[in-house]
């Protein structure tokens, strides 16, 4: 085995050593959780949210990932929050939803350029501002992603499949945390997919019938 894997060793842009072929694929999910302040609230602070980046299964994620930008909204003060080190997570205060940019950098030795993701801070069930709100149950918006490295590095590689993640450090959104199913978003994919098949079915068969 280490002779094939030594013949699929080659040397990137950088000089750095790569594996021909290979393939890293590692989940990470991204979030915000919101609580409403109820009588807290004040007309530029109604609720107290917290953005994050995590691993799939609540892992340390700091042997992948270096550091983490999350980009506010311009009327924050110093709005663009650089976090290096677990948990990624960024906490504030404030009254309206926005678009987070979220760019997250790998560790040198991956020779990777950072990504960027867009999450929708949500603080409002349903969208609907007027509804009702408890101080108790938060508004919880994830996203399941998937972080490809292909042909990754030798040395980016071997950490990957060498280290064992403990759990990552404790986050105070972590009791909020959805679980999630891929497979289970993939069988609604593939539904939704089928439906359109026989819809768009249905309708060429209507086109093509002969008019009485």
Same mark, same amino acid.
């Given at each position: 085995?280490?002779?094939?894997?030594?013949?699929?060793?080659?040397?990137?842009?950088?000089? =750095?050593?790569?594996?021909k072929?290979?393939?890293?694929?590692?989940p990470?999910?991204?979030?915000?959780?919101?609580?409403?302040?109820?009588?807290?609230?004040?007309?530029?602070?109604?609720?107290?949210?917290?953005? $994050?980046v995590?691993?799939?299964?609540?892992e340390? @994620?700091?042997?992948?990932?270096?550091?983490?930008?999350? $980009?506010?909204?311009?009327?924050?003060?110093?709005?663009?929050?650089?976090?290096?080190?677990?948990?990624?997570?960024?906490?504030?205060?404030?009254?309206?939803?926005f678009? @987070?940019?979220?760019? @997250?950098?790998?560790?040198?030795?991956?020779?990777?350029?950072? @990504? =960027?993701?867009?999450?929708?801070?949500?603080? $409002?069930?349903?969208?609907?501002?007027?509804?009702?709100?408890?101080?108790?149950?938060?508004?919880?918006?994830?996203? $399941?992603?998937?972080?490809?490295?292909? =042909?990754?590095? =030798?040395?980016?590689?071997?950490?990957?499949?060498?280290?064992?993640?403990?759990?990552?450090?404790?986050?105070?959104?972590?009791?909020?945390?959805?679980?999630?199913?891929?497979?289970?978003?993939?069988?609604?994919?593939?539904?939704?997919?089928?439906?359109?098949?026989?819809?768009?079915?249905?309708?060429?068969?209507?086109?093509?019938?002969?008019?009485?």
């Open positions: 085995m280490a002779g094939d894997t030594a013949d699929r060793i080659f040397t990137g842009t950088k000089g =750095e050593k790569r594996l072929g290979a393939e890293v694929v590692y990470i999910v991204t979030g915000t959780v919101a609580f409403y302040l109820g009588k807290k609230a004040t007309g530029t602070a109604s609720h107290k949210w917290t953005v $994050y995590r691993g799939f299964n609540n340390d @994620i700091s042997h992948v990932i270096k550091k983490v930008t999350f $980009y506010l909204h311009p009327s924050f003060n110093n709005p663009a929050r650089d976090m290096t080190e677990s948990p990624f997570e960024v906490s504030e205060m404030g009254w309206g939803e678009e @987070i940019n979220i760019k @997250i950098y790998f560790h040198d030795d991956a020779f990777e350029d950072p @990504i =960027e993701i867009l999450h929708h801070l949500r603080l $409002y069930a349903d969208n609907d501002s007027s509804a009702q709100q408890s101080t108790k149950k938060p508004v919880v918006t994830e996203a $399941y992603d998937e972080l490809v490295f292909n =042909e990754p590095t =030798e040395v980016f590689h071997a950490r990957f499949t060498a280290h064992d993640p403990p759990p990552a450090k404790e986050s105070q959104a972590a009791p909020f945390f959805l679980e999630f199913s891929p497979q289970q978003d993939l069988d609604k994919i593939n539904a939704l997919r089928r439906r359109i098949a026989q819809q768009k079915a249905g309708l060429l068969q209507q086109f093509e019938a002969p008019m009485s």
